[in-house]
C-alpha cells in the first residue's frame, strides 16, 4: 500500500479536510454523541475557517493521510499539554485497520523527538471503545478524565490519554 503525509498548507488543502471531515464524522459520531452536536463541532472544529485559524492562529499543523492516492483520513497536532497534543486523527471507514493511524502515531513520536517533547497527549470520548482500544495497543495510558465545555449548550466527556517518547539515544 502506497502511503503518503499530504501538509495542509493551502486553502485547497484546508477545504478538501474540511470535506474529509464532515464525511468522517458524521458517519461515525452521531450514534455516540447526536447529530446536533456533530454537526456543531465540525462546524465549529472541523470546517476549512476553522482549520485555517487553528493553524494561523494555535499553531496546529495538519496533514491528509493518502493510501493508495486515495484520501483516506486526516490529523492535527500543535504543542500543548507540556508535549504534543495530537488534536485530531480521524480514518475513513474504508481505510481503517490498515495501520494508518499507527503510521501517524508513529510520524508524532518522531516530532516529539525532533523538538524534544516528552510525550504525546490526545484526548478520547469515553464512549469511543473501538478508539480507546486503538490507543491503548499503541501504549498510551489514561492520565485522567476530563469534562469541556465547548459552547452551544454542549461539553466533551472524555479521558486523557499520554504516549511516553524517550528521546533517542
Known sequence: MGLSFEPVTTADGRMRLAALAD??????????????????????????????????????????IKADGQEAGYYGACPGEGGLFLSKLYIRRAFRGRRLASAAIERCREWCRREGYPHICLTVNKENRDSIAVYRHLGFEKVRDQVADIGGGYVMDDYVMQLPVPPEG
Open 23 to 64: 464525511e468522517i464524522w458524521h458517519e461515525y459520531w452521531p450514534a455516540l454523541i447526536g447529530a446536533a452536536q456533530t454537526d456543531y463541532m465540525v462546524e465549529q472544529f472541523q470546517s476549512a475557517s476553522a482549520v485555517d485559524r487553528q493553524i494561523k492562529e494555535e499553531g496546529y499543523r495538519y496533514w491528509l
